[in-house]
């Protein structure tokens, strides 16, 4: 039985020899790779135990560090978080033309679920930054349309609105 330290530096193990060989073969263990052998306090590389030499020498050593015993996968970006970025963007977009409806309430939506998503996974997931941003574009182009709405700006019979109107035309 070997115990085996894997490039993330977790102990594995106690593993049997035929494990330490299906994962030489799947290149998921080098010849760099420190094993103990049980009963043993010394940690040596799979390359100087003469029962995985022989398997190790018909294949070809990757750097050092880049294989790890443990699979891992690299992180992915949450769909909903850049959902909720671009609703997000497009509600500031076309907050002037139609209030940025629907996409200022699709923004929030998306945003908080896939916060939601990224805390409660435990894989690891890229995308925080968007969902925060979709989430505060979101807000503030619904803020900005209430605003617009209290100034009385996005009526087309404010006096306001007709002197801009006049001021563009000129």
């Excluded at 970006?77 to 500031?92: F, K, Q, V, W, Y």
């Excluded at 139609?98 to 945003?111: A, E």
């Excluded at 619904?142 to 209290?150: F, M």
Aim: overall charge positive.
């Amino acid at each position: 039985m070997y115990k085996i330290t894997g490039a993330d530096g977790k102990v594995y193990g106690p593993v049997t020899a035929e494990q330490v060989r299906a994962w030489i073969s799947e290149s998921r263990a080098n010849a760099q790779t420190k094993v103990l052998l049980e009963g043993t306090t010394e940690w040596k590389s799979l390359s100087e135990i003469p029962e995985f030499a022989q398997l190790l020498a018909g294949t070809t050593a990757p750097a050092p560090g880049t294989i790890s015993i443990a699979h891992t996968q690299s992180p992915r970006t949450n769909p909903m978080a850049l959902t909720g970025m671009i609703m997000g963007i497009l509600s500031i977009t076309c907050g002037l033309c139609c209030y940025g409806l629907p996409f200022n309430v699709l923004g929030i939506i998306f945003s908080l679920v896939g916060l939601s998503q990224i805390k409660s996974d435990p894989i690891p997931q890229k995308g925080r930054g968007m969902a925060i941003a979709g989430l505060v574009l979101s807000v503030v182009s619904i803020v900005l349309v209430l605003l617009l709405l209290a100034l009385g700006l996005t009526s087309h019979k404010s006096e306001i609105w007709q002197r801009f109107q006049k001021q563009l035309q000129q």
